[in-house]
């Protein structure tokens, strides 16, 4: 790819000067790029990796000549470090002490080590390969219990401050005492501090910035590698939702728990003894006429049963990663609301009259064992539902499904043969129960691993190879059944000292009443085998008999 400055094919034969330009122009190219990494094409990506190649080449070669030329002055500053002793041992050999006492005086000299006397010798090189000042690092020392500000000098000026504070310590009461006596605050330029962002593209521009000036030893460079370090991705996978809750009526409990009652059904009231169909006769005999008492229907108590979540971090942790705390909370709260699902959906499953179709029953002319047959099955008791409470005909009733069945009906529907029925939508599934009067609602957290089921869907990896051979689904008037809920307690965050003790600290508590009440008489839990062959009532020969 041809960028837009020239790139010398020998770094190593381009002037200082050269380099410079060279490292600026890369800078310059790279910064619309890093604007935007989001979007970036791939012959843009790969602009960008080309840039940081030349940029991290040139650099090399500018600190390997830096390290060079520090490693000469070295070796130069040896032999004036032994000149210097030489004329010191000279001197003292000539100065007589005592009259008549001979002193001997012995040059000694400590191993000399190159960097030590560069270090020695050679100015602190603060000027960056681009020929940008290094702005100078201050620290600011800040005292305890005295608040006084100086600039950091050492570690005899911390001696100091200690020494002050331990003048003003006149004992304590308690088991426990805790006392700062000095806080070392770090000042950076401002292009030195990372931005308060989640942009990576600002975070690398600044760490480039970093890194030019302060150059570090770059003589190991591989030939044909990438040279730069890997970049730290810190996004985290979250694939978990809140979809397939079941939506309910909540209704707010104040008192810890609730009265109710369904009151009688109709079937009791259609079969009283209070209705008389009289001749004639009967009634110029004056039969008497019965009647049928309101009875006092009993009440149920239900109370609050407490569901909650807790966890628990780091303090140095939420400093240092604050995304991983905020992605795991968000999931222990995705967490938590599937767990009140499940808690939910058992209840009224609990709640519900069984209608078992497994085996299906002899003479039965619901159909096959999988989608057909299905839909029958739930019209059936719909129709029969409607028929015991005198509904409307029409009347629309609420069905609830595990989602794993939709993909069944759809296998079995697109296994028949002489129809296409390969492409089968969510709709048209939603539709063929819609047909039939029922609102369908496929949930989460029922006939799944979570909710207890080993073998079925959402077990441990690797996973299921078959769906489980009979499915379950509940069908009831709309209203039959209702969520009571009252907020207990609701934290964010809790410090408490046995955890702080630790670094420890609450990062999400929060508990909540849950309770679930069947209001109305008839909820029935329906039993279905499934097998989706594809077969169809056509090509089985069935008997009525």
Not at 80 to 98: C, F, I, P
Not at 131 to 158: C, D, I, W
Request: aromatic share 8%; charged share 20%; glycine share 6%.
């Amino acid at each position: 790819m041809a960028l837009p400055f020239n790139v010398p094919a020998d770094f190593s034969a381009a002037t200082d000067s050269e380099l410079a330009d060279i490292t600026q122009q890369a800078r310059d190219a790279a910064r619309p790029l890093l604007a935007d990494t989001a979007n970036l094409t791939a012959e843009q990506k790969d602009e960008l990796r080309e840039l940081s190649q030349v940029a991290v080449t040139a650099q090399a070669e500018q600190a390997a000549r830096a390290v060079k030329a520090e490693e000469f002055s070295a070796a130069a500053g040896v032999f004036s470090a032994l000149d210097d002793a030489d004329k010191t041992a000279a001197a003292a050999a000539a100065e007589v002490k005592t009259p008549g006492t001979a002193v001997e005086v012995k040059p000694t000299f400590a191993p000399v080590r190159a960097k030590d006397v560069a270090a020695r010798t050679t100015a602190p090189r603060t000027e960056a390969i681009t020929g940008e000042v290094l702005p100078a690092l201050k620290s600011t020392l800040h005292y305890a219990p005295r608040v006084q500000l100086s600039e950091f000098t050492g570690m005899n000026q911390l001696a100091d401050a200690l020494v002050n504070s331990l003048a003003d310590y006149n004992g304590f009461k308690g088991d426990f005492d805790k006392r700062t006596f000095a806080t070392i605050k770090r000042e950076f330029p401002q292009d030195l501090v990372a931005p308060n962002t989640t942009s990576q593209s600002a975070e690398y521009a600044m760490l480039l910035h970093a890194g030019e000036l302060y150059p570090q030893n770059l003589d190991q460079v591989a030939a044909a590698g990438w040279c730069a370090p890997s970049m730290t991705l810190y996004e985290l996978c979250e694939l978990e939702t809140a979809d397939g809750i079941l939506q309910l009526p909540e209704v707010n409990i104040t008192r810890g728990g609730i009265f109710f009652t369904t009151g009688p059904d109709f079937a009791t009231i259609f079969g009283g003894t209070g209705y008389w169909n009289y001749t004639e006769a009967q009634v110029i005999a004056s039969t008497t006429k019965p009647c049928m008492e309101i009875g006092c229907p009993p009440f149920t108590e239900l109370r609050l049963n407490a569901l909650g979540v807790c966890v628990t971090g780091g303090l140095l942790q939420r400093r240092g990663y604050p995304e991983l705390v905020a992605r795991f909370i968000r999931g222990a709260l995705i967490a938590h609301l599937h767990r009140v699902n499940a808690f939910v959906l058992a209840q009224m499953a609990a709640g519900s009259t069984l209608v078992d179709f497994d085996p299906i029953p002899a003479g039965s002319l619901v159909g096959d064992v999988t989608s057909s047959g299905l839909l029958a099955a739930a019209e059936m008791v719909a129709v029969d539902m409607r028929y015991r409470n005198r509904m409307a005909c029409e009347a629309m009733l609420e069905i609830v499904l595990p989602c794993w069945a939709r993909a069944q009906i759809r296998a079995d529907m697109s296994r028949r043969t002489g129809v296409d029925l390969v492409s089968i939508s969510d709709a048209t599934i939603d539709r063929w129960f819609s047909d039939r009067n029922l609102n369908v609602r496929w949930v989460y957290d029922w006939q799944d691993a979570y909710s207890g089921v080993v073998t079925g869907p959402g077990a441990a990896l690797p996973g299921i190879t078959t769906f489980p051979a009979t499915v379950e689904f509940m069908i009831y008037p709309a209203g039959t059944w209702v969520k009571g809920v009252d907020d207990i307690v609701r934290l964010e965050t809790v410090y408490d000292s046995t955890k702080l003790s630790t670094n420890q600290y609450t990062a999400l508590f929060t508990e909540e009443g849950v309770l679930v009440a069947k209001m109305c008489p008839d909820s029935r839990r329906v039993v279905y085998p499934l097998c989706p062959t594809g077969a169809t009532s056509d090509l089985v020969t069935r008997s009525c008999a």
